[in-house]
């Protein structure tokens, strides 16, 4: 029962966080991009310091420990569906994680850093968003996964 428990948080874990990375591939990019370029630039700066904060990071790291550990201990004592959350924690490391560390990261410091925010935004979101796509597709995938698990 207890395993359970922590394999339903794995899903809700990982589906939240894809949910937050839906919404920026979805509309909130390009809601920033209809306003101008120094205030979507702005805006998005605000955005990153903000998502350093609780709320989101303990999502955004517990949507890898979570599955992580549940698939190990799954494993562990032979539960079928330890390697489905496994896998899920797996995928969501090098799609979502590894993404947001490699790239996306990188482009938020240049965009925080840039002293003229639009022409920073100009060379920021859409690559940022390119790569938000790939974080969003590895989120659902990790969720599905974590959710089979549980069958």
């Not at 700066?45 to 420990?65: D, K, R, Y």
């Not at 100009?122 to 995938?141: C, E, K, L, M, S």
């Amino acid at each position: 029962m207890v395993w359970t428990i922590f394999a339903v948080a794995s899903v809700v874990l990982l589906g939240v966080s894809a949910g937050v990375f839906y919404g920026f591939s979805s509309f909130i990019m390009s809601g920033l991009a209809r306003a101008s370029d120094d205030a979507a630039g702005a805006g998005m700066s605000g955005i990153n310091e903000t998502a350093l904060l609780p709320p989101f990071m303990s999502v955004f790291f517990g949507a890898l420990l979570v599955p992580a550990g549940t698939g190990i201990w799954g494993l562990v004592e032979g539960r079928d569906g330890g390697a489905w959350v496994l896998a899920a924690a797996a995928v969501y490391l090098v799609g979502t994680f590894g993404v947001t560390a490699a790239l996306n990261v990188p482009l938020n410091n240049r965009l925080l850093g840039a002293h003229d925010k639009g022409a920073g935004w100009r060379a920021y979101w859409r690559p940022w968003t390119a790569w938000n796509h790939v974080r969003t597709g590895a989120g659902i995938v990790a969720t599905v996964l974590a959710a089979v698990g549980l069958l």
